[in-house]
C-alpha cells in the first residue's frame, strides 16, 4: 500500500524557517518525480516545487524560487523541503504527492487526480 506521510510543519514567525518532510512507503521511491502542493484557506491547491526522481532536476513556483529547497533521500525514501524566509502568505497546508513517472509535473493548479498518490498534508502557519 502507497502511503505518503508529511511531517515537521507547525507555527512560525514571518522569516523563521521550516524543513518539511515526506515519508514514502509502498512504491519504488527512486523511480518516481515528487512534487509539493500547497493549499491557503479559501483557495484551491497550488503547485509549489518538484524533483525529478533521481533529483537531479528541480523546479519552483516563483513565489518561492530563492526561499524554498527541494530535495529527496533515495535511500531513505524522504522527500524535503526546506522552507527559509517564510512570508505569512506561505500559510497552508502543504501536501506531497507522486508523481505518475520520473519527470516532474508542473500543473500550477493541479486537482486531485494530477497526482496518483498524496499524503494528509501537514500544516504551516507563518504570523507573528
Known amino acids: 500500500e502507497v502511503q505518503l506521510v508529511e511531517s515537521g510543519g507547525g507555527l512560525v514567525q514571518p522569516g523563521g524557517s521550516l524543513r518539511l518532510s515526506c515519508a514514502a512507503v509502498?512504491?519504488?521511491?527512486?523511480?518516481?518525480?515528487m512534487s509539493w502542493v500547497r493549499q491557503a484557506p479559501g483557495k484551491g491547491p497550488e503547485w509549489v516545487s518538484g524533483?525529478?526522481?533521481?533529483?537531479?532536476?528541480?523546479r519552483y513556483v516563483d513565489s518561492v524560487k530563492g526561499r524554498f529547497t527541494i530535495s529527496r533521500d533515495n535511500a531513505k525514501n524522504t522527500l524535503y523541503l526546506q522552507m527559509n524566509s517564510l512570508k505569512p502568505e506561505d500559510t497552508a497546508v502543504y501536501y506531497c504527492?507522486?508523481?505518475?513517472?520520473?519527470?516532474?509535473?508542473?500543473?500550477?493548479?493541479?486537482?486531485?487526480?494530477?497526482?496518483?498518490?498524496w499524503g494528509q498534508g501537514t500544516q504551516v502557519t507563518v504570523s507573528s
Open positions: 509502498g512504491f519504488t521511491f527512486s523511480s518516481y518525480a
Open positions: 524533483i525529478s526522481s533521481g533529483g537531479v532536476t528541480t
Open positions: 504527492a507522486k508523481d505518475r513517472g520520473p519527470f516532474i509535473k508542473m500543473v500550477l493548479t493541479p486537482t486531485r487526480e494530477t497526482y496518483d498518490y
